[in-house]
């Protein structure tokens, strides 16, 4: 088992450029999570999916959207990149909710927008 | 809006020694709890959850819930330089998690 993957692990963006962050896990969990993660911040919920058809907002989810495409995969878009959005992204999944379920996370990836 | 209030640290403790890493929240009504263990440019991974009052041990490691003072502690026990890393408290919402900032372990050998 993959786990959780995710793509790209880099990129580079300018100002105004959209991109699309790939997730998909192999655990046939429901829940699927996107994060940001900043210097001093902490990780900051951008959106969930708790099952396959639904998404919600999180705590930072001004400039993004998603998309759960299947139970396997859910994207995060950037439809036009900010320097703000410059960070550190995971995205994790889970069983069920989070509330009695621990969250295996992707390994990441570090978007720079210039 | 859910808190999770956490020391950032760095916390040092010598090889050999006793870290205790202590993290507050703020939602009275929290239920479930959990340790994420981040090294420097990796993802977090899951060292212990708990549920309920009292200790949790896992090895090394132990678990420590306070319901009443809304405290969570995590004791790593005979530390080894391989423990420093970010220690992250996480506590559950209805369908998420809220993350504290972490607080960074430095174990000297």
């Known amino acids: 088992n993959a786990g959780v993957t995710q793509t790209p692990k880099f990129q580079v963006l300018k100002t105004g450029q959209s991109m699309t962050l790939q997730c998909a896990q192999d655990?046939?969990?429901?829940?699927m999570y996107w994060y940001r993660q900043d210097p001093g911040m902490g990780l900051r919920l951008i959106y969930y999916s708790a099952s396959e058809g639904t998404t919600d907002k999180g705590e930072v989810p001004n400039g993004y959207n998603v998309s759960r495409l299947n139970k396997r995969e859910f994207s995060l878009r950037l439809e036009s990149a900010a320097p703000s959005q410059t960070s550190v992204y995971f995205c994790a999944s889970s069983e069920a909710g989070a509330g009695n379920n621990e969250q295996f996370f992707g390994p990441g990836t570090r978007l720079t927008v210039l | 809006q859910k808190e999770v209030e956490q020391n950032s640290g760095p916390l040092s403790v010598p090889e050999g020694a006793i870290a205790s890493l202590n993290c507050t929240y703020s939602?009275?009504?929290?239920?479930?709890f959990f340790w994420y263990r981040q090294y420097s440019g990796k993802s977090p991974e899951l060292i212990m959850f708990i549920y309920s009052n009292g200790d949790k041990e896992d090895g090394r490691f132990t678990a420590q819930l306070n319901k009443a003072s809304q405290y969570v502690s995590l004791l790593i026990r005979d530390s080894q330089p391989s423990d420093s890393a970010t220690y992250l408290c996480a506590v559950n919402g209805y369908s998420t998690l809220t993350f504290g900032k972490g607080t960074m372990l430095l174990v000297s050998p």
């Open positions: 939602d009275r009504g929290s239920q479930s």
């Open positions: 655990m046939n969990h429901n829940s």
